[in-house]
């Protein structure tokens, strides 16, 4: 068990689990590290664990149709592949559960115009042609709060840059309960844990790396061959020395920590330890360490995927059974909902 699940913020909620990626593009091995693969660990802990593919949130930003759904079942294959069970989590995409857009509307009602603009994710998106900007976009953290609070969520597994939408939906949490007098939504914890929380592009270490990032070299796509993850290894952006053997000799040295980081967090080691190992050593031996860990550990989720992939007919009937019981849960709580805010039911 992770820490924070065991010291659960409001204890009249049973713990729960739940978590999103939007399928706007390929996975990255950012999403992987960040938030797949600490899904996973969570989803044997004796917790209800339910993750999603926010297919609301991708259609902020323009998406062709046919990728969409091509993207969102890959998603779903890439959950699968890494090790999500459907038998043990429950899968499925955001828009077959009507509830989130119902009580994403409760909560566009409840946020604040200031909450939204203070957004570091939205001031990013939208940078300088916010007039541009869908209003979809500036309103996505209340419907990412629905997520979260449509199944009474207490821990929700992401990456860094995601910490400050859940710190929202505690805030709309907390102004809902309060602007209704009710102790009715817990206030979640965000999980933000290991080695990859912020996995950096393999070209600029002060950048994320991300799947809308223009060069496909900034990162490694969970659908990479072997060939592919080895080349963007060895041409990844490095400084000239040798690694160090403790942790705070990566202190103003970006690239080597992200690659330190992602080396710990594929072989499921501490920083520390991965330096007691490999300190002293140059970037011309520990680039094809790094690729073969690589390698290793991704090509087997790759092929798992595109097996998958062939089966699509599967992967639909996977989410369908998903979201039944996604509704199962949501709905009385959504229910609810509208009976505390004043609507004749
Ligand atoms: P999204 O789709 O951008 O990313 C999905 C998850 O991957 C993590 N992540 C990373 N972690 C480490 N290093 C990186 N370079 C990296 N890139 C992405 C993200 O932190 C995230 O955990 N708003 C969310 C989706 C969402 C959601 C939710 C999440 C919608 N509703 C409810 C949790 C709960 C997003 O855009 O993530």
Not at 77 to 97: C, E, H, M
Not at 134 to 155: C, E, N
Request: aromatic share 6%.
């Amino acid at each position: 068990m992770t820490e924070g699940v065991q010291t659960p913020p409001a204890t009249q909620f049973t713990p729960r689990v739940f978590s999103g990626i939007q399928p706007s593009g390929g996975l990255t091995l950012g999403n992987y590290l960040g938030a797949i693969k600490r899904f996973v660990d969570m989803q044997d802990q004796g917790i209800q664990t339910i993750y999603c593919m926010v297919d609301l949130h991708a259609i902020t930003v323009w998406q062709d149709p046919a990728a969409l759904k091509r993207q969102t079942r890959e998603l779903a294959a890439g959950y699968i592949a890494a090790g999500l069970d459907p038998a043990r989590s429950i899968l499925f995409n955001q828009s077959q559960v009507s509830a989130h857009a119902e009580l994403g509307w409760v909560f566009n009602c409840v946020a604040r115009m200031g909450w939204m603009q203070r957004m570091t994710q939205w001031k990013d998106k939208a940078g300088k042609n916010a007039q541009n900007a869908s209003l979809g976009l500036f309103a996505y953290p209340a419907l990412m709060a629905a997520d979260i609070l449509l199944y009474h969520a207490t821990h929700v597994p992401v990456g860094e840059d995601q910490k400050q939408h859940v710190e929202l939906t505690r805030d709309i949490a907390a102004k809902f309960n309060h602007d209704f007098k009710v102790d009715f939504f817990p206030l979640p914890e965000p999980v933000i844990e290991g080695a990859a929380t912020r996995v950096m592009s393999l070209r600029d270490g002060s950048k994320k790396m991300s799947k809308s990032d223009p060069s496909d070299a900034s990162r490694i796509n969970m659908t990479d061959d072997a060939d592919a993850i080895a080349q963007k290894i060895r041409k990844a952006k490095t400084d000239p020395d040798a690694l160090p053997s403790e942790a705070k000799g990566l202190d103003e040295r970006p690239e080597a920590r992200n690659l330190v980081n992602i080396y710990a967090a594929l072989s499921e080691q501490t920083v520390d330890a991965v330096l007691a190992d490999v300190g002293g050593k140059q970037f011309s031996e520990f680039k094809p360490m790094l690729a073969d860990l690589a390698v290793a550990k991704l090509s087997p989720i790759s092929s798992e995927m595109a097996r998958l992939m062939q089966a699509p007919d599967e992967i639909d009937a996977i989410l369908r059974s998903g979201a039944d019981q996604a509704r199962a849960i949501a709905q009385p709580i959504m229910d609810r909902t509208l009976d505390i805010v004043g609507m004749v039911r």
